[in-house]
């Protein structure tokens, strides 16, 4: 590794450079809020374009330096998927400059773009990236737990239907108004006004509506309706939601136990081999196996000398040979 490689190293994992990005992202974050408010900031336009070309100056120096710092090999630096995620954004915002604007096509990238930088955050605090992490290794079985809630939903709205179609069309009067209010029941948000409709008809007094809104065929179901709504919430909201954090969690134990081994594949970065270290070595190994080939052809000869004459003397190794002639 070069001279040059190992400085942007060492700035690329100091401290008071991850700080110094970290406070760049904070800053491209304030001034995207600050461009939403749009004609109050007119008057300050020219400034704050200035400002944000400077961060994203920053930011290419960034991916100049761990590129860098990779040495003689910076293709390396794509290999972490935050990097990628960072050389995008970067890419994007360039791109959306220097090219045509079609149909205001490109000016929705470049704040789409901007958007997206103040998610760099995540890869600038380990902890965050590691929730994140988790929930993206979460997603596979996150699926099925959906799908699992997916099949739930379907049979109660189903059941719904049969049930309380007559005395509640406004709720349960097709499978998607079903489907509608058992995730309103799910997220607890007044689900008991549904479950006092039905269990009490819905021409009562103080949970029911009028024949004009569709109670033309009240009907109090009773027990039937408590028992209907009380399983719902139960399976919906504590045990689905359960299962929802059982996952993460698990997926949280697996990504910390992944960025323990990547931390002690990695923890020495600068005593990886290199192409001439590489080299080296292979040099030696091939001198090592010449030194071989010459004791075997030595011992071919003593073999051969002993079979016919012995010599009066010690022969002496080749390879000692040259040591005596080098000195």
């Known amino acids: 590794m070069s001279t040059y490689s190992e400085y942007c190293d060492k700035i690329a994992h100091t401290s008071w450079f991850n700080n110094f990005i970290l406070f760049v992202i904070l800053l491209a974050g304030v001034l995207v809020g600050i461009q939403t408010y749009g004609e109050q900031v007119a ?55 220097l090219l045509p604007d079609v149909d205001g096509f490109m000016l929705a990238v470049l704040r789409l773009a901007r958007v997206l930088r103040v998610f760099r955050l995540v890869r600038t605090i380990p902890k965050l990236q590691l929730l994140v992490n988790a929930l993206l290794k979460s997603i596979p079985s996150i699926g099925y737990v959906g799908v699992l809630l997916a099949v739930i939903f379907y049979i109660y709205a189903t059941m719904g239907v049969f049930m309380f179609n007559t005395n509640d069309p406004v709720h349960f009067g097709n499978l998607q108004l079903s489907l509608l209010s058992l995730f309103r029941i799910v997220t607890l948000e007044d689900w008991t006004d549904i479950l006092y409709i039905n269990m009490y008809g819905c021409d009562h007094n103080i949970w029911g509506y009028d024949a004009i809104d569709g109670c033309t065929s009240p009907e109090a179901l009773g027990v039937w309706a408590s028992l209907y709504f009380v399983s719902f919430v139960l399976i919906g909201t504590m045990v689905v939601l359960n299962l929802f954090i059982g996952v993460i969690m698990n997926s949280l134990d697996e990504a910390k136990s992944d960025a323990f081994d990547e931390a002690f594949a990695f923890r020495d970065r600068s005593k990886e081999p290199t192409t001439d270290d590489e080299f080296q070595e292979l040099s030696v190994k091939m001198e090592e196996i010449k030194k071989q080939l010459d004791m075997m052809a030595y011992k071919q000869r003593k073999q051969a000398e002993t079979n016919g004459k012995a010599p009066d003397s010690k022969p002496q190794l080749p390879f000692e040979s040259e040591k005596l002639n080098s000195r």
């Not at 050389?87 to 400059?97: E, T």
């Open 43 to 97: 008057d300050y336009k020219w400034l704050l374009f200035i400002v944000d070309q400077f961060i994203l100056l920053i930011f290419l120096v960034e991916i100049i330096i761990k590129m860098s710092a990779e040495g003689n090999r910076p293709l390396r630096y794509f290999k972490d998927p935050w990097n990628v995620f960072d050389f995008s954004i970067v890419f994007v915002c360039y791109a959306a400059m």
